[in-house]
């Protein structure tokens, strides 16, 4: 059509982002979000379809949020995005790659908001963001244990908000 549509980057988790047995919720999303009205991609990062926990040995985090914003300038620069409504959507290790992302000294240009799904946390420390973060967690996650990142996201001194999504019994 010519105009320039918000965008999300999908981040995948340590499955293999196309042909894995996820792959289809992933493609799912996307189709759903361009039917909104949105560009969407899904980023295959070096190390994902490698398995949990191999794939987060392969990547560490603050590498992983570097090909992210690297992934997410790419995105910007095509002609279809408008670059000042970008937004991120990461599950587990790629749902960190996306916290790294949020919580970098310096916001992406563009970048509004990110939605993190049962990403493991970085350690409890003060940092601050401009990006509104939603972060779903599991409360019986033994893998990305939830307390971590509420005790994370505690420690935001804002002026992004953070808002979290529990789900009790899973």
Not at 42 to 71: E, K, N, Q
Not at 84 to 108: D, F
């Amino acid at each position: 059509d010519g105009a320039a549509h918000p965008a999300v980057l999908l981040v995948p988790g340590c499955e293999a982002p196309l042909i894995s047995a996820r792959a289809a919720l992933y493609v799912r999303v996307a189709e759903r979000l361009k039917k909104e009205g949105f560009t969407a991609a899904i980023l295959a990062w070096p190390g994902s379809g490698m398995g949990d926990p191999a794939c987060r040995t392969a990547m560490a985090p603050a590498a992983l949020g570097r090909t992210v914003a690297g992934a997410l300038g790419q995105l910007r620069a095509l002609a279809s995005v408008d670059p000042a409504r970008l937004h991120l959507a990461g599950w587990a290790w790629g749902g960190r790659g996306v916290l790294e992302v949020v919580m970098a000294p310096k916001r992406l240009p563009g970048l509004v908001s990110a939605i993190a799904f049962y990403p493991p946390c970085p350690e409890a420390k003060t940092w601050k963001s401009e990006v509104t973060l939603q972060l779903f967690l599991a409360e019986k996650d033994a893998v990305a244990p939830p307390a971590a990142c509420r005790a994370w996201a505690e420690r935001s001194d804002g002026p992004g908000p953070v808002v979290i999504t529990r789900y009790v019994g899973v």
